[in-house]
């Protein structure tokens, strides 16, 4: 299963100079920490963060809260035969394309959706496959494809109802609030982000991955980090 993360990591190494000693001691074993399953810390994909300052978490109310700030829960569904026909069958489209193993074939998608989704906060110059290719680490960009196919399989929300910004927005983590997730819940958000990105989601109070917004009439809106 594939895990994405989200956060900064770094490394401190100290290195200590001993007196030559008349006995040597041995030595003792290396310790080696297990990688968890899936992509070891250097194939994970690092999505980019916003230049915009406008952009920044830190400033912003978590997803899922009134004006007031109190969380509330959004509807959650799993079954993709509540979903209005055009929508339904963009995502099977899009599933489609993301498990043949060839992001090329995600280009007729793009382009038959009129204006092309967003994919990145930044320019992404006039390739859109190149850049999703870039985005993963191996070079023919598969990663990225099960990434995309990981999110639409997951479960889903029904957001901005009755106004210009109505979505259906995976996973539906991307809306629900953090503090308001459940055991099986938090179970479910392991399966795609790392512990602790988890704990960085506590933090900031948001959602921190990857999502997948779709429009009712069957637009592809964004496949984006964050928000």
């Known amino acids: 299963m594939l895990r994405h993360t989200t956060v900064w990591a770094g490394a401190l190494v100290i290195i200590g100079l001993m007196p030559d000693l008349a006995v040597s001691a041995p030595s003792p074993e290396p310790f080696e920490a297990e990688e968890p399953s899936g992509l070891g810390n250097e194939d994970r994909i690092l999505p980019e963060i916003p230049a915009d300052p406008s952009l920044d978490l830190e400033d912003r109310p978590p997803f899922g809260t009134t004006t007031g700030g109190e969380a509330v829960a959004p509807e959650v569904h799993y079954d993709p035969d509540v979903l ?18 060839d992001p090329e074939r995600l280009r007729p998608i793009i382009e ?3 204006e092309p989704p967003a994919f990145s906060y930044n320019d992404i110059g006039d390739d859109p496959i190149a850049y999703l290719k ?35 927005v995976w996973p539906y983590f991307a809306h629900y609030p953090v503090q308001l997730l459940t055991g099986p819940q938090i179970v479910e958000l392991l399966k ?36």
Do not use: C, K
């Not at 929508?87 to 899009?94: P, T």
């Open 84 to 101: 209005p026909t055009p929508v339904r069958r963009l995502r099977e489209q899009i599933l489609e394309a993301a498990a043949s193993g």
């Open 112 to 114: 038959a959706n009129g």
């Open 134 to 168: 870039s985005l993963s680490s191996d070079p023919e960009g598969r990663e990225i494809l099960a990434v995309l196919a990981e999110m639409l399989d997951a479960g889903f929300v029904h957001v901005g109802e009755g106004t210009p910004d109505e979505m259906y």
């Open 192 to 227: 795609i982000v790392y512990p602790g990105d988890y704990d960085d989601m506590q933090v900031y109070g948001t959602y921190l991955s990857y999502r997948v917004g779709l429009a009712p009439n069957g637009t592809w809106r964004y496949f984006l980090v964050s928000d």
